[in-house]
C-alpha cells in the first residue's frame, strides 16, 4: 500500500517546545497539503504545495507555523513555541491536482500540548 | 466565499434503516461538493462528489446524494443503513476547476443500532 503516511503518529509535548510533523505523499501526486482538525470540527485548511511551491496559506497559520516540501516529494509541518491551543489532529492530503477535489489523506498526526 | 452547513453532529439509525445525512452549502460560483468518511482510527476516504454534471451521484457502499441548487443541498443518503456505516462523514465544498483546495462542514457522527 502506497498511501499517504504521516510521522508521528502522535505527539505530546510541553507547552512552549518545537515539534515537526512529516508527510510523505503519494508518490505520483503533485499537490500536498496540511489541514487541522480539532475535536467537534471539520478538517480546516492550513496551506497547500504544487511540487515544492507554497502557493496558499491560511490566516490560520500563524507566524510559529512553517512549511516545507524540498524537492516536491515529502514535506514537513514545524510548529515554534506551542501552545494548548495547537492542540489538534494534523491531516496531510496529496491530489494529482487535476482540480478533481479528490483528497487522499493520510491517517494524521495528533498533538498535545501539556 | 465557500462555505459548507451539516444539520445535525450526531445522527442514530437502526440497521436496516434509511440514512439521511443533511448538507447545505453556500457558493458564489457554481461549486463542487464532495462527501468523506472517516472510519475511526483512518483517514478521511472519498464518498461520492457532484462536479456539475449529474445532479444525482452515486458513490461507494451503496450511498448517493442529490444536488438540488434551488434548495442549496447536496443531502446523503442510503436506504439501509449496515453496522459498517458507523463513522463520521463530512460534507466538502471546492470552488471547482484548478483547485482541490476543500472546504469542510462540521461532520456528522453516524451511529447504527442493531
Known amino acids: 500500500d502506497t498511501g499517504v503516511s504521516q510521522d508521528p503518529r502522535h505527539k505530546i509535548t510541553k507547552r512552549g517546545q518545537n515539534v515537526t510533523f512529516r508527510c510523505d505523499p503519494i508518490?505520483?501526486?503533485?499537490?500536498l497539503y496540511w489541514y487541522r482538525q480539532t475535536l467537534g470540527q471539520g478538517p480546516e485548511f492550513l496551506t497547500y504545495?504544487?511540487?515544492?511551491?507554497?502557493?496558499?496559506k491560511s490566516r490560520l497559520l500563524s507566524d510559529r507555523f512553517s512549511a516545507e516540501r524540498p524537492k516536491g516529494s515529502f514535506s514537513t509541518l514545524e510548529i515554534q513555541r506551542t501552545e494548548q491551543g495547537d492542540s489538534a489532529m494534523y491531516l496531510c492530503?496529496?491530489?494529482?491536482?487535476?482540480?478533481?477535489?479528490?483528497?487522499?489523506f493520510g491517517e494524521g498526526s495528533r498533538l498535545t500540548v501539556l | 466565499a465557500q462555505s459548507v452547513t451539516q444539520l445535525g453532529s450526531h445522527v442514530s439509525v437502526s440497521e436496516g434503516a434509511l440514512v439521511l445525512l443533511r448538507c447545505n452549502y453556500s457558493s458564489s460560483v457554481p461549486p463542487y461538493l464532495f462527501w468523506y468518511v472517516q472510519y475511526p482510527n483512518q483517514g478521511l476516504q472519498l464518498l461520492l462528489k457532484?462536479?456539475?454534471?449529474?445532479?444525482l451521484v452515486k458513490g461507494i457502499n451503496g450511498f448517493e446524494a442529490e444536488f438540488k441548487k434551488s434548495e442549496t443541498s447536496f443531502h446523503l443518503t442510503k436506504p439501509s443503513a449496515h453496522m459498517s456505516d458507523a463513522a463520521e462523514y463530512f460534507c466538502?465544498?471546492?470552488?471547482?476547476?484548478?483547485?482541490?483546495?476543500?472546504?469542510f462542514g462540521t461532520g456528522t457522527r453516524l451511529q447504527v443500532f442493531p
Open positions: 457532484y462536479t456539475s454534471a449529474a445532479t
Open positions: 504545495f504544487q511540487n515544492e511551491a507554497q502557493l496558499e
Open positions: 492530503a496529496s491530489s494529482r491536482g487535476q482540480g478533481s477535489g479528490e483528497l487522499f
Open positions: 466538502a465544498v471546492s470552488p471547482g476547476i484548478g483547485t482541490d483546495k476543500l472546504i
Open positions: 508518490s505520483e501526486h503533485n499537490r
